[in-house]
């Protein structure tokens, strides 16, 4: 599997913008760029996924580089349900791995009041 | 999106009992999976659990330990089996359609 690298930790203010970057420089041209968040005591939440083209949905804006080799995860108002801790993850298109997934340690994001 | 229900959510067992810890969704999914996330610690890869065949288990864990069972597309099982208190961690089921949904997990803890 591709491997992604994230910051351990990050801060932000409430109702900032908040921009969570990764790197994922052995992306293969068919892997999917997702995007997941863990609040406290539950599990993971599925937030955003791209291909190539920037995306966006009610949660969150997925920006993604020319060469795909990084990507940022945008929160455009930061709320204090928004801390968690942040996993992009590589997922190949189809095929007997499809909906495996593989987390690394993620970003924790604090947001102060 | 899917939504998923488990059971238990947490649960104190004794080494050497085993656990059986429910999965249901609430549509038909092909594929589900089952996590472990020690404490501190990211998610881990136990198994996948599609209906009609056997469960497919990742590196470092086996069927002996985790039994798997998936009778239908909108139910799975796992059990913990032969506890020890390293098996103390929180279990997740996940169901994949377009993306993955994770259920709340079960906090097992062994004594």
């Known amino acids: 599997d591709a491997k992604t690298t994230q910051p351990n930790s990050m801060e932000s203010n409430e109702e900032e913008p908040v921009h969570l970057p990764c790197n994922h420089s052995?992306?293969?041209?068919?892997?999917?760029i997702h995007w997941y968040r863990q609040l406290p005591s539950q599990g993971p939440e599925y937030v955003i996924h791209g291909l190539t083209s920037n995306v966006n949905n009610r949660m969150a804006s997925l920006a993604i580089a020319e060469d795909r080799k990084s990507s940022t995860l945008i929160l455009h108002r930061a709320t204090l349900r928004d801390a968690a801790v942040y996993y992009c993850?590589?997922?190949?298109?189809?095929?007997?791995?499809?909906?495996?997934?593989?987390f690394g340690q993620g970003t924790i994001l604090t947001v102060h009041p | 999106s899917a939504v998923i229900s488990q059971k238990p959510s947490r649960d104190i067992c004794q080494r050497g009992t085993s656990l059986t810890i429910q999965c249901q969704v609430d549509?038909?999914?092909?594929?589900m999976f089952w996590y472990r996330q020690q404490p501190g610690q990211s998610l881990t890869l136990i198994a996948t659990a599609n209906q009609g065949s056997e469960a497919t288990y990742e590196s470092g864990f086996v069927i002996d330990k985790f039994p798997i069972s998936r009778p239908n597309l909108t139910f799975s099982t796992l059990t913990v089996s032969n506890m020890s208190p390293e098996d103390s961690s929180i279990y997740l089921c996940?169901?994949?359609?377009?993306?993955?949904?994770f259920g709340q997990g079960t906090r097992l803890t062994v004594v």
């Open positions: 549509s038909q999914v092909t594929m």
């Open positions: 996940s169901a994949v359609m377009e993306g993955a949904f």
């Open positions: 052995t992306i293969s041209g068919t892997d999917y």
């Open positions: 993850i590589l997922r190949g298109p189809g095929g007997t791995s499809y909906g495996k997934l593989t």
